[in-house]
């Protein structure tokens, strides 16, 4: 046999040492790979009686989480508990009320279109909110889109993403999802706080109220309901962001930061109420935008520029504009940098 020859022969049986190498090697993966015999040697000797114990607390060591001198069960009852809460009753609820509300919207929208003003704008312009307050808002409300959408992603996205780019592209949007959830969210609780300490004054409940809801503001019968600075819509919005809006940042706090001692349950807990909460604060904040933008003439300019024409002032809040009427300014000197008469936010700080 010539050396031509030769080296094919010896490349075969290399190869072959090679595929028998790796055979051998890969029998271990396997073996791990194979669910039944994983099954046996993960958690050997398990019977039902050890379940029962696990499901009443009683096991021994093996079982029980030792960090930081925790005595909670690796495999516990509650977090079943938890786990079916949250995908049998919190997760169908969230699709229900946001979904249903854009639905909503779009029908009401399609079918009563936008509120246009009753008269023609006179020109003339009422300051509404102060800068400071402008500032504040679109502060909040960005970090709340942002929260919203990066929680909905955590909550459904494994449903939506994963299937359509894969699971390279979606974990990077949970991981960016996560981060932002986690570094944002303390920060917009602040903001919130502040916001509601800034118009608190505005927001205490009257008895024209009452007259306002009854009308649907102004849907039902003729006229327009009377409002002081903030209708009732507003004042319904305001008290929901200070009673179930700050339950989601009080919750979110246990669960951003768990190094102050909270246990499994409060987390468990802490979770739901702020997914609960959460969800039906992001269905009502889509009516709250959808007024403020398309579907109210007007509304959007008070917390854009800060002022409000006459005509807008009179449709929506009569009780404020009878009180604030003598400050109206005529656009072209809000133009030209003139400030409007009383200066500040006196205008926006009225009772009403």
Known sequence: MDMPTAWPLWRMLALVLALLLGLACAQPVLA???????????????SPDTWRQVRSGE??????????????????ASGESWRQLRNRWVSPFGLIAVGGMIVVIALFYVIVGR?????????????????VVRS???TVATLFIVLALSGLNLLYGKFVFRPLFGDAVWGAMISASKVAHNYLGPLFGILLVVLL?????HNWPK????????QGGGLVGKGHPDAGFANGGEKLWFWLLATAGLAVVASGFVLDFPNYGQSRDTMQWANIIHAVGALGLTAVALGHIYIGTIGSEGSLEGM????????????????????????????????????APGGGDEAASRPG
């Open 197 to 201: 300490a800034r118009v608190l004054k």
């Open 115 to 131: 509120k246009d003003l009753s008269e023609p704008r006179t020109g003339r312009k009422l300051l509404r909110w102060p800068l």
């Open 32 to 46: 791990q790979a194979d669910p039944d015999r994983e099954a046996a040697t993960a958690v050997g000797g398990v």
């Open 136 to 138: 504040i808002h679109w």
């Open 304 to 339: 854009t520029t800060g002022y409000v024409d006459e005509t807008w002032a009179r449709d929506h809040h009569n009780l404020w504009y009878e009180e604030v009427k003598d400050q109206a300014t005529p656009e072209e000197q809000l133009t030209a940098g003139r400030p």
């Open 59 to 76: 096991v021994g060591p093996n079982f029980r989480d030792s960090r930081a001198d925790s005595t909670y069960n690796l495999i516990n």
């Open 207 to 214: 008895r024209h109220d009452l007259a306002w809801f009854r």
